[in-house]
Structures are given as C-alpha cells and as structure tokens.
C-alpha cells in the first residue's frame, strides 16, 4: 500500500524540517503542524508540503488532524525539561495521544524516531529511559494495532544542526580554553541526508514493520575528537581543555540552573552511554571528518588568504 498523505508531527526542527524535503521530493503528500508556521516558509517552495498552525499536544485537535491520513511520523523529543513540560509528557504520554489518534482515524502505519542507547530499563538518564519506555509502548501496540517502525540515531549532523554548529559558536566566542564536559564520551554521528533517506525508505516497505534501526556513521568519535575537528575546521586557536567526571558534575549543575541549561545533570547521565552501533553493516555512509573538512572555508577563510599571501611572497 502507498501511503500518500504523511503528516510529521514534532516535523519543524531540524530533522523535520529535512525529512519533510525528502517525503516531499519522492512525490508524497506532506501534513506539518507546528505553532509558528511562518518560521517554515521556506518549505513552501515545494507544493505537497501543507504548513498549518496547530496545537499537537492538544489531544482533540490532534485526532482531528490526523483525519485523512496515510501514515504518522513522529518526530517530538526534548533533550531538556523545563516548567512547562516533561520528559514523560513529550517521551510517554504524547506517544499515547498518537496511538489514540491512529485508533480513531483507521491509520495502520507510524513511524518514530528514539535515540540511540534508549532504554525503558536500564537507560542512564531520564531521557533515555523515557525515550525507551516510549518506543517499547508503540511497539507494543504495534503488535496487533499498528505497524511500527522505530529509528535510533546517533548524533545527527548537517548544515543547519545544533550539535556542530553550537560547538562552533563557543569555539568562536572562546579567548583561551573552553572547558569541555565529558570528553571521552563516544558517537558514531550520522549525515542528515543519509538518516532522513532510510527513515523515508521505510515508510512503504512491509519489512521494516515492528523493526528498531539504530542508525549510525561509518566512524566513531570521543566527544573531544569531534570538537577539536570543528576547531581545526573553524582555524580556532582556542584550547579544548577535556574535564574529568568531577569536574563535569559540577559544571552540568551549575549550567543547569542558568538560563538556556546548556548543560545538565540529565545530559551528563546521557553522556556516559556510547551513541554507537555495534553492527558496522548498518552504518551510513557520509563520515563526518569528511564533512567538517569541507566546511573548512566556510567557518574561517582569514587563515587560508594568509597561507596564500605567504606562498605568492615565496
């Protein structure tokens, strides 16, 4: 069966955003709720994707949403909680308000993205473990009621990510030495293009009903490698000054309790489970080393003029 109309829910982010390009782009039908639709505009550009202003986590406007559609694809997560909302609420609870919404309206596929390492028993945060409680309850449902496909990616890289690109701004901000937490904690990153091509692959396919794909990059990082290749990239003077896990406590509960929680004691607890996949043969294909190589001039062309002044001078 083609599952013409799709609709993202959690679709205006960054994953989203690239996702509902790729759906759009093999000829699907593309429903994006989100409260602040003026901020996707650019997505317009494409005809079968239909922005609307919507409250997702409003259970009735949610069920109505969903009416006429083919397929849901979730993509709703949050690295952080805050006064408004929760982990369970955004993990757990919304996920409940998705399988009501399937019910109601006869749809048979779901497609969801997790995080690698997500585990309802033995996750090492609450993130993860809301994360793995979330897809084990699909899953669960999807045995006789849904046909459920869940992603697990490691960290997720592109050109307009919030992994790269905030380390690239403190580097850039960075007088001396920039202090990071954690940095032996592992990744396997995988490319955007490479992620959102499988999860669309997917969506049409019988065999990947009731699967969990972790999905991961050919090449695997401690957090340090992987902020000293963007400081390398950027031509960044800047010392990467790894902390050890005392001292990375204690900046994630200092940094939680500042505006913005760049850094918390739930995201220090993530950390110390590897983002890696075991089995290679399930690797991406786009590396990462690869990627920052290119963006090289991008970050900082000042270095390479200078290299190029002194080789005319020769």
């Known amino acids: 069966m083609k599952h013409t109309n799709i609709i993202l829910l959690g679709g205006s982010g960054f994953v989203g955003k690239h996702l509902a390009i790729e759906l ?18 650019a997505l317009t550009v494409l005809p079968n994707i239909r922005l609307l202003q919507a409250n997702i986590m409003d259970q009735t406007e949610l069920t109505a949403l969903c009416k006429n559609q083919h397929a849901v694809f979730n993509l709703v997560g949050i690295l952080n909680e805050s006064r408004k909302t929760s982990f369970r609420r955004m993990h757990v609870d919304f996920l409940k308000s998705i399988v009501h919404a399937c019910q109601t309206n006869g749809i048979k596929r779901l497609c969801h993205v997790s995080a690698l390492g ?8 609450q993130y ?37 690109n905030r380390f690239a701004t403190i580097l850039k901000l960075c007088l001396g030495a920039f202090p990071l937490a954690c940095p032996s904690s592992r990744f396997s990153p995988v490319y955007i293009n490479d992620a959102v091509r499988i999860m669309a692959d997917s969506i049409d396919n019988p065999d990947s ?22 400081r390398q990239a950027q031509h960044s003077r800047c010392k990467i000054i790894g902390l050890p896990n005392a001292l990375s406590r204690i900046q994630a509960l200092i940094l939680q309790n500042l505006p913005g929680k760049l850094f918390t004691m739930d995201n220090y607890r993530s950390l110390q489970t590897p983002s890696t ?9 786009t590396s990462l ?9 991008q970050y900082n062309r000042r270095p390479l003029h200078d290299e190029y002044r002194k080789q005319m001078k020769r």
């Open 289 to 297: 080393s690869g990627y920052l190589q290119g963006l090289s001039s």
């Open 277 to 285: 996949c075991t089995d290679k043969a399930q690797a991406c294909p």
């Open 24 to 41: 759009a782009q093999r000829g699907y039908q593309v429903t994006l709720p989100c409260r602040r639709p003026h901020r996707l505009h």
């Open 209 to 230: 009903f009731s699967k969990r794909y972790p999905l991961c990059g050919p090449e695997t990082f401690t957090l340090k490698q992987i902020v000293e290749m963007i």
């Open 118 to 125: 997500a585990n309802q028993a033995r996750g090492s945060s």
């Open 128 to 164: 993860l473990r809301t994360k793995g409680e979330g897809e084990n309850l699909l899953h669960t449902f999807g045995q006789n009621k849904l046909n459920v496909t869940s992603f697990q990616p490691s960290v997720i890289f592109g050109p307009d990510d919030s992994f790269i």
